[in-house]
């Protein structure tokens, strides 16, 4: 009986040894990421979320990564895969305030200052001490005038 349980343990310990961490997975994204290897880097941390899946960490740093391979290839599907996963972030997490940051500027700088100011809006009420709270707050007024035109 000893030498199965033995046994048992052995094996579970020779298959786990392949196996990578969701930490792991996402550290090896942000190697990836540093060094603008944008497809590699999203690879990673969508494996990573495979075993996370309610990350909200996780899916802002894949919407990072497709930000940037967006800018690289100006690729709209990336652009599309981006706010994709920074709404998932906030789904995951509805007080990661650096994803409604994230979705806000997204949606300002591709011209819908609109959309991006209620993001803004909860991102400051989330983290009212923002080192960029100014910035944000003047985001948030183009947006307001906008709306106001849009009437």
Do not use: H
Not at 25 to 54: R, S, T
Not at 84 to 92: G, N, Q, R, V
Request: glycine letters at 4%; aromatic letters at 12%.
């Amino acid at each position: 009986m000893k030498r199965w349980v033995f046994l048992i343990i052995v094996l579970l310990l020779v298959s786990c040894q392949g196996k990578k961490t969701s930490t792991a997975l996402f550290e090896e994204g942000q190697k990836l990421f540093a060094q603008q290897k944008y497809d590699e880097a999203i690879a990673k941390y969508e494996e990573a979320i495979k075993l996370l899946p309610n990350s909200a960490v996780g899916y802002n740093l894949l919407g990072m990564a497709y930000r940037f391979k967006y800018n690289a290839e100006r690729d709209p599907s990336s652009r599309e895969k981006e706010i994709d996963a920074f709404k998932k972030s906030i789904e995951c997490d509805d007080t990661y305030w650096v994803a409604y940051v994230n979705l806000g500027a997204t949606y300002y700088y591709i011209g819908k200052k609109k959309e991006a100011a209620p993001l803004f809006e909860k991102a400051l009420k989330l983290y009212p001490e923002n080192p960029e709270k100014e910035e944000l707050e003047k985001m948030i007024k183009e947006g307001r005038a906008e709306e106001q035109d849009n009437k």
